[in-house]
Structure formats: structure tokens, C-alpha cells
């Protein structure tokens, strides 16, 4: 099993900038991607942004350009840069882990992190 544990959220202005961290334990080595997703209130969760153990990187379009997803091995810790922030990306950020214990795939999720966008 994993887990995670999210930070960084907050509150911030229009055109600003956040990172968030997502801090993973217990069988990383199963994890083959980890990445985020957002749930805005009234709508359903949408994928932000993913990237796999060998580093490739996946967007939503409407991020592209803006956030940056990283992941740091040795800390077991992925990152979501996000800069020039919007209104409209104010939600509840979600990381998640893909795991693959060799019998079955499951995602874990962490807790969730609010961020709030300033017009």
C-alpha cells in the first residue's frame, strides 16, 4: 500500500504562483505514476497533470504552459509548480498514485489540498 501526504496549498492572487508537494510512503517501488487532480465545487474531478517513474510528463490543456509537474526519487516527492494561477483554477488539488501490485491496479489519493484563486 501507499501513502501520501499533500502540502502547499493556500490562498493567492491572480497571476500568482503556488507549489504543492506530494510526499509518498509505503511501497513506492510499486508506484509506476503519480500525479493531480482537481474537483472545483459543483464539478466533477479533472486530471491536472501526471508523470510515469521514467519521467514523462502528461497535461490538461488548460494548465499547459502554466503548471509543471517534477518529481524528486530520492525524496519520493512530486511536485506541482503552478504559475500565472487563474480563478477558474481554484479547486481542491488531489494528489494520486498509480500502484500496481502484480495481481491488480489501484489508485491512492491523498487528502486533498484547497487552493483559492484571487481575482
Known amino acids: 500500500q501507499v501513502q501520501l501526504v499533500e502540502s502547499g496549498g493556500g490562498l493567492v492572487q491572480a497571476g500568482g504562483s503556488l507549489r504543492l508537494s506530494c510526499a509518498a510512503s509505503g511501497s513506492i517501488f510499486r508506484i509506476n505514476a503519480m500525479g493531480w487532480h482537481r474537483q472545483a465545487p459543483g464539478e466533477q474531478r479533472e486530471s491536472v497533470a501526471r508523470?510515469?517513474?521514467?519521467?514523462?510528463?502528461n497535461y490538461a490543456d488548460s494548465v499547459k504552459g502554466r503548471f509543471t509537474i517534477s518529481r524528486d526519487n530520492a525524496k519520493n516527492t512530486v511536485y506541482l509548480q503552478m504559475n500565472s494561477l487563474k480563478p477558474e483554477d481554484t479547486a481542491v488539488y488531489y494528489c494520486y498514485a498509480e500502484y500496481d501490485s502484480g495481481l491488480y491496479y489501484e489508485n491512492y489519493w491523498g487528502q486533498g489540498t484547497q487552493i483559492t484563486v484571487s481575482s
Open positions: 508523470i510515469t517513474n521514467i519521467g514523462r510528463t
